[in-house]
Antibody, heavy 122, light 106 residues
Framework: QVQLQESGPGLVKPLQTLSLTCTVSGGSISSGRYYWSWIRQPAGKGLEWIGRVYTSGSTNYNPSLKSRVTMSVDTSKNQFSLKLNSVTATDTAVYYC??????????????WGQGTLVTVSS | SYELTQPPSVSVSPGQTARITCSGDALPKKYAYWYQQRPGQAPVLVIYKDSERPSGIPERFSGSSSGTTVTLTISGVQAEDEADYYCQSADSSGTVFGGGTKLTVL
């Protein structure tokens, strides 16, 4: 059974960089049929896709966040990471990491982490 | 990028049928997926490839597609189905979620 677990600071100061890591267990992050994604959800609001990273290190980002986002993968640790710079209060949200299955035209999230709340405040 | 539009809320009585729609210009060319999210929990996939149901999801959940609209149907709604539901679609350049629909079981 694949499991994902987010880790990182729960409080970040404005204009600093939010850094989160997702540790994958029960399966290899190097499997070729999955993207590794970050999704966030402000309190009381909907899901927002932040971006994805492939095992090769290639990335796709949400155009609205692209200028501030960097994602990477560490296959030796079975982890992938998110960095979001110049954060403001609007970046306060629960951040989820998730595995995105893909095959042809088929893309969906089959495993999710439990989510971690990140608050941006001084 | 493209958008997916859902109604903010749907209300039904127990035992009735709930229908939640998701509209988007790209949907005729892409599959849609549906997730159920209960308060304080991560989303769970309930429909994939427009109308397929993952193992472990009750048969009362079904999906359909017509043109630019996909629909999640929950037949014989139960109290435990009260949750937020999100549609999602994707391609090689990225993923988009609908705004979500809160299903209230009266």
């Amino acid at each position: 059974q694949v499991q994902l677990q987010e880790s990182g600071p729960g409080l970040v100061k404005p204009l600093q960089t939010l850094s989160l890591t997702c540790t994958v267990s029960g399966g290899s992050i190097s499997s070729g049929r999955y993207y590794w994604s970050w999704i966030r959800q402000p309190a009381g609001k909907g899901l927002e896709w932040i971006g994805r990273v492939y095992t090769s290190g290639s990335t796709n980002y949400n155009p609205s966040l692209k200028s501030r986002v960097t994602m990477s993968v560490d296959t030796s640790k079975n982890q992938f990471s998110l960095k979001l710079n110049s954060v403001t209060a609007t970046d306060t949200a629960v951040y989820y990491c998730a595995r995105e299955h893909f095959s042809g035209y088929d893309y969906y999230f089959d495993y999710w982490g439990q989510g971690t709340l990140v608050t941006v405040s001084s | 990028s493209y958008e997916l539009t859902q109604p903010p809320s749907v209300s039904v009585s127990p035992g009735q049928t709930a229908r939640i729609t998701c509209s988007g210009d790209a949907l005729p060319k892409k599959y849609a997926y549906w997730y159920q999210q209960r308060p304080g929990q991560a989303p769970v996939l309930v429909i994939y490839k427009d109308s397929e149901r993952p193992s472990g999801i009750p048969e009362r959940f079904s999906g359909s597609s017509s043109g630019t609209t996909v629909t999640l149907t929950i037949s014989g709604v139960q109290a435990e189905d009260e949750a937020d539901y999100y549609c999602q679609s994707a391609d090689s350049s990225g993923t988009v979620f609908g705004g979500g629909t809160k299903l209230t079981v009266l």
